[in-house]
C-alpha cells in the first residue's frame, strides 16, 4: 500500500467550476501537508502548505487537512483554463524533514 | 534565468550505455535531490545532498549514482542504463534550516531507453 493514495484522475470541469482535490495517506506522523502545481512540460512548483489539521486560503486556492481522518483536499473556486494542470499532493513529517511523500498526482483540465 | 536547470531535456539512450544529467542552481541552497517522475507513481527521491561532502540514497538509488561538483551543480549518473530507467528526472533544491518542504524543481529531463 503507497504512503499516500491520489486518484490520478484525469478531471475535466467547464470554466468557473469548483475543483475538489484530494488524497489520503496512512502514516499519522505526518505534520506538514503541501500541494505542488505542476504544469506540461514544467517542473512542480509548491502552491500552498498547510501545518497540522485546519484550513488554509489563499485567493481562489482552498487547503484542507483532516488529520483524524488522514485526509487532505485542495479546492479552487472560480476554476480558469490556466488552472489546467498536474496537481500533486505532497507530505512530511517536519519542517525540516528532506523527505517528502507525493501522491501520484492528479490531472485537470478546466474548458473555457 | 531559471533558478534550477537541467540538461539534457531530453535525452534518447541505448540499453547499457552510461548517461549523466546535470543540474544546476542559483538559488544558493544548500541541500539538493534528484528524483524520478513515472506514470501513476509519482515523484521518488533517488538520491539528495545537503552539502557537497553530505550524498545520501534515496528510497530508489540502486542503478544510480550521483556526483556534488560544487554548492551549485549536483549531477546523476547511469552507469548502464536500463529501459526501466525510462523516466522523467528531476533536480530540486531547499534551504539547508526549515522551510525544506519547499522544494524548487527543474524543468526536468525526458529520458527515454531503448
Known amino acids: 500500500q503507497k504512503e499516500v493514495e491520489q486518484d490520478p484522475g484525469p478531471l475535466s470541469v467547464p470554466e468557473g467550476a469548483i475543483v475538489s482535490l484530494n488524497c489520503t495517506y496512512s502514516?499519522?506522523?505526518?505534520?506538514?501537508f503541501m500541494w505542488y502545481r505542476q504544469y506540461s512540460r514544467k517542473g512542480p512548483e509548491l502552491l500552498m502548505y498547510?501545518?497540522?489539521?485546519g484550513n488554509k486560503e489563499d485567493g481562489r486556492f482552498t487547503a484542507q487537512v483532516d488529520k483524524s481522518s488522514k485526509y487532505i483536499s485542495l479546492f479552487i473556486r472560480d476554476s480558469q483554463p490556466s488552472d489546467s494542470a498536474t496537481y500533486l499532493c505532497a507530505m512530511s513529517v517536519s519542517m525540516d524533514d528532506y523527505k517528502l511523500s507525493f501522491g501520484a498526482g492528479t490531472t485537470v483540465t478546466v474548458r473555457a | 534565468d531559471a533558478d534550477v536547470t537541467q540538461t539534457p531535456r531530453n535525452r534518447i539512450t541505448k540499453t547499457g550505455k552510461r548517461i549523466m544529467l546535470e543540474c544546476s542552481q542559483t538559488?544558493?541552497?544548500?541541500?539538493m535531490y534528484w528524483y524520478r517522475q513515472d506514470p501513476g507513481l509519482g515523484l521518488r527521491l533517488i538520491y539528495y545532498?545537503?552539502?557537497?561532502?553530505?550524498?545520501n540514497k534515496g528510497e530508489i538509488s540502486d542503478g544510480y549514482s550521483v556526483s556534488r561538483q560544487a554548492q551549485a551543480k549536483f549531477s546523476l549518473s547511469l552507469e548502464s542504463a536500463i529501459p526501466n530507467q525510462t523516466a522523467l528526472y528531476f533536480c530540486a533544491t531547499s534551504e539547508g534550516q526549515g522551510l525544506t518542504y519547499e522544494q524548487y524543481f527543474g524543468p526536468g529531463t525526458r529520458l527515454t531507453v531503448t
Open positions: 545532498s545537503f552539502d557537497v561532502k553530505d550524498i
Open positions: 538559488k544558493g541552497h544548500d541541500r
Open positions: 502514516n499519522s506522523a505526518f505534520q506538514y
Open positions: 498547510t501545518y497540522s489539521s
